[in-house]
């Protein structure tokens, strides 16, 4: 089933030009072996046996590339995420509200926000 998107997604898909962020972000993720990336550092990654489970590490990864090829402190990333719908694509972001499994909002930060997958 295919999730329906919000009117700033719709907006954002038939804008007419394409910005160099665009264009950088697009270069980038066919540049970057993210696959083999995640299968190396996967054996290294938390796991979250005994405290609450981790973002997905492909999605880590993609965001602090982001913070080191804009410079972003991490206060930053998290309001470029915000502003930004190309960076939202390009790290799997959904701004839109879910709940977690221990009944609190999750997203105050980048940590709890929805895949887009």
């Known amino acids: 089933m295919q999730r329906q998107g919000s009117f700033s997604q719709a907006e954002y898909a038939g804008k007419k030009k394409r910005t160099r962020r665009d264009k950088f972000l697009a270069e980038m993720e066919q540049v970057v072996p993210w ?9 290294l990654y938390p796991t979250g046996k005994r405290v609450r489970p ?32 190309a960076l939202r694509g390009f790290a799997g972001i959904d701004l839109r509200w879910r709940r977690c499994r221990t009944r609190r909002p999750c997203c105050t930060s980048a940590i709890g926000w929805s895949s887009t997958t």
């Open 35 to 43: 696959a083999r990336l995640v299968e190396r550092l996967q054996p």
């Open 54 to 85: 981790p973002i997905g590490l492909e999605r880590m990864l993609r965001l602090y590339f982001v913070q080191q090829w804009y410079g972003l402190a991490d206060e930053a990333v998290e309001d470029a995420l915000y502003d930004s719908q």
